[in-house]
């Protein structure tokens, strides 16, 4: 099994529909992101978590919301999906404590399409 | 905010041939990660640098941090089918936040 899992890995969903990617992790890491990819844009950080009571916002929170279930499970919502929040979408995991030089794991992507 | 700016965008080079991916940073660089990604996959480490100067391989890349910490380069030597896809490097930032990546650079290597 992955070390990060992410689902579904694609998913095509029309405008103003309420949208779910989760994502689980067997690292034990305490940190938990999500992150979207849009060409020429890079990684853009939507929510991040540091431990199951934190949810902080990132950079591109609007439109989305987060839930840290337990520390080895993290979801992205959209709660009325539209087509621009079409992208690759990633979950990653950290601990800077005990991976200090390893910086983040990734899941393989959920490529979402919104029509 | 912290920066990071990759050049070139974008790169095609004939297999066998060497090339340099760059990564500048707007401030200077505590902590520098490389990743690779495959097409439409997910982002696989490479390396991390820390210390000015500090150069680390693996098989035949090579990346190195500049003395001044702000910026550093990716080489890879004799390139293969195999080192095609987007480098993208990832930096931390000063106090308790996430990475701050940059915009990759694709790789695309021709037989």
């Known amino acids: 099994d992955a070390d990060v899992t992410q689902t579904p890995r694609n998913r095509i969903t029309k405008t103003g529909k309420r949208i779910m990617l989760e994502c689980s992790q067997t690292k034990g890491h305490d940190r938990m992101y999500w992150y979207r990819q849009d060409p020429g844009l890079g990684l853009r950080l939507i929510y991040y978590?540091?431990?199951?009571?934190?949810?902080n916002k990132g950079e591109i929170s609007d439109g989305y919301s987060v839930s840290r279930q337990a520390q080895a499970k993290f979801s992205l919502s959209l709660e009325s999906a539209i087509p621009n929040q079409t992208a690759l979408y990633f979950c990653?995991?950290?601990?800077?404590?005990?991976?200090?030089?390893?910086?983040?794991?990734f899941g393989s992507g959920t490529r979402l399409t919104v029509v | 905010s912290q920066e990071l700016e990759q050049s070139p965008q974008s790169l095609i080079v004939q297999e066998g041939k060497n090339l340099t991916i760059n990564c500048t940073s707007s401030?200077?660089?505590?902590?520098l990660y490389w990743y690779k990604q495959k097409y439409g996959e997910g982002l696989i480490f490479l390396m991390m640098l820390q210390k000015g100067g500090e150069e680390k391989s693996h098989e035949k890349i090579t990346a190195k941090l500049d003395e001044k910490k702000q910026q550093s380069s990716l080489h890879i030597t004799a390139s293969q089918p195999s080192h095609a896809g987007i480098y993208l490097c990832g930096a931390d930032k000063p106090g308790n936040t996430p990475l701050v990546f940059g915009k990759g650079t694709r790789l695309s290597v021709i037989a």
């Open positions: 978590s540091f431990d199951v009571k934190d949810i």
């Open positions: 990653a995991t950290s601990d800077p404590i005990r991976d200090p030089t390893y910086g983040y794991t």
């Open positions: 401030k200077t660089l505590y902590g």
